[in-house]
């Protein structure tokens, strides 16, 4: 990338995309939901709606009307749970950390914006030590608006000071990748959580960082210099039922 050139960024999701953690979410629901008397299936649940906050996910499991202060407490209990199954298991996802040291001596701004909390995200990227690769970090506490919503990659760009269009986002999850789409970002998945077919237009389709190099996405953005506009039969919010 010439130096003179204004830098592109890569902004990260961090749940399936840092790490392949999708499973250990959807025990930790599934565990959550036998405890609550509850019959729906976590890996399809979070296939529609991974991205969100977990509170928000479990308002769509229930028939009746739930308090934010019981959801809450919900989301708690889940979150310990997820903490306890994945305690030994937190490793980054192949390829990362190379990737990321190359992409930073390749001139790229780096940014993660997750809909996780400040603490899980610590709970994370500390423990692997990755935040040294990110310039900035965004999470639930500094939108008011999380995914599908575009406003934790507005953010995170304009944190960044790097126009939307030279944004690319890094997504394994329906509603993430509409997100970028709602940002003006374009978007490369990871089949942690989805089949490939499954996402609408992302500028590639990875299963790790083994799988792509900064050059390879330079070139990726020259061949797609659109962005894709959001499907709104996918951006929208398909709750489960019980």
């Keep these: 990338m010439p130096a003179t050139s204004q830098p592109y ?10 790490i392949d953690n999708t499973p250990v979410q959807a025990r930790a629901f ?6 609550l008397g509850l019959t729906t299936n976590a890996r399809r649940l979070l296939a529609r ?8 996910i479990l308002q769509t499991v229930f028939t009746n009307s739930v308090s934010e202060k019981k959801l809450k407490q919900y ?6 749970l997820y903490r ?3 305690w030994d298991k937190r490793k ?13 001596a390749a001139g790229f701004k780096m940014g993660l914006g997750t809909g996780s909390a400040a ?3 610590g709970y994370i990227i500390d423990h692997l030590d990755l935040r040294r690769y990110f310039d900035v970090v965004v999470g639930a506490d500094d939108v008011e608006r999380g995914k599908p919503h575009a406003d934790t990659y507005t953010t995170t760009a304009r944190q960044l000071g790097v126009p939307p269009e030279r944004c690319v986002v890094f997504e394994d999850a329906i509603l993430g990748e509409q997100a970028a789409y709602k940002a003006n970002m374009r978007c490369i998945a990871l089949t942690t959580t989805l089949k490939p077919e499954q996402f609408q237009a992302p500028l590639r389709i990875i299963r790790d960082f083994t799988e792509i190099t900064p050059a390879q996405i330079l070139e990726l953005l020259e061949q797609q210099p659109t962005t894709p506009k959001p499907s709104k039969e996918l951006a929208r919010r398909q709750y489960m039922k019980r």
């Design 92 to 104: 980054e996802i192949a390829g990362l950390s190379h990737f990321l040291q190359e992409a930073r």
């Design 9 to 18: 960024a890569l902004i990260f999701d961090m749940d399936g995309v840092l």
């Design 30 to 35: 599934q565990l959550l939901f036998r405890d």
């Design 49 to 56: 709606l991974n991205g969100m906050p977990a509170s928000k």
């Design 119 to 121: 603490d899980t995200i």
């Design 84 to 86: 306890v199954l994945y």
């Design 75 to 80: 989301a708690d209990q889940r979150e310990f």
